[in-house]
T-cell receptor
Framework: EAGVAQSPRYKIIEKRQSVAFWCNPI?????LYWYQQILGQGPKLLIQ????????DSQLPKDRFSAERLKGVDSTLKIQPAKLEDSAVYLC??????????????FGPGTRLTVL | GENVGLHLPTLSVQEGDNSIINCAYS??????FIWYKQESGKGPQFIID?????DKRQGQRVTVLLNKTVKHLSLQIAATQPGDSAVYFC???????????FGAGTRLFVKA
């Protein structure tokens, strides 16, 4: 079974530029998550989709971050404009269903973003 | 992700020994707990979970202990192997909650 796919794996940009990350979840998984992992810390949830609807985006900095999952399958996370503090690994995860929160999350390899 | 463990607490054990990784959680309303393993350049991988109505759960070479009184969670790895070297995160979730909250992580280094 194919895992969660993410691209690109690495991205280097200058501050104030824009960047987009792409995620393709495991086939059939209804729930998709985007996490931000700053060096030396645990992942922090940015946004969670169930199918194409947003379940939780309370920690998404909406002035500069946006995400969409238009067809309920793959998803794009965008940062515009980027700041130095956005340097982190951006992880995408998917799970079969919300199911009271016990459905296992499968993570992709992440996109490492460096903002100069 | 890469270099995820650079500034994390580190536990160093000899191959074959048992490892114990500890985690303190803060939310009394959390009732579901998960341990993840993260190797360099990869996303976190599920190891084992436990609900709050249990105080112990065993898997293959791993055991999770939960002490709700002091809000403490531990992961025990038996006969630690070099392949166990990674960063380990505990995570918590509230009843009916959607959000998984990750702890700070511990880097496990296994000496051959």
């Amino acid at each position: 079974e194919a895992g969660v796919a993410q691209s690109p794996r690495y991205k280097i940009i200058e501050k104030r530029q824009s960047v987009a990350f792409w995620c393709n979840p495991i086939s059939g998984h209804a729930t998709l998550y985007w996490y931000q992992q700053i060096l030396g810390q645990g992942p922090k949830l940015l946004i969670q989709f169930q199918n194409n609807g947003v379940v939780d985006d309370s920690q998404l900095p909406k002035d500069r971050f946006s995400a969409e999952r238009l067809k309920g399958v793959d998803s794009t996370l965008k940062i515009q404009p980027a700041k130095l503090e956005d340097s982190a690994v951006y992880l995408c995860a998917s799970s079969l269903e919300l199911a009271g929160g016990e459905s296992e999350q499968f993570f992709g390899p992440g996109t490492r973003l460096t903002v100069l | 992700g890469e270099n995820v463990g650079l500034h994390l607490p580190t536990l160093s054990v000899q191959e074959g020994d048992n490892s114990i990784i500890n985690c303190a959680y803060s939310n009394s309303a959390s009732d579901y707990f998960i341990w993840y393993k993260q190797e360099s350049g990869k996303g976190p991988q599920f190891i084992i979970d436990i609900r709050s109505n249990m105080d112990k759960r065993q898997g293959q070479r791993v055991t999770v202990l939960l002490n709700k009184t002091v809000k403490h969670l531990s992961l025990q790895i038996a006969a630690t192997q070099p392949g166990d070297s990674a960063v380990y995160f505990c995570a918590e979730r509230e009843t009916g909650g959607f959000k998984t909250i990750f702890g700070a992580g511990t880097r496990l280094f296994v000496k051959a």
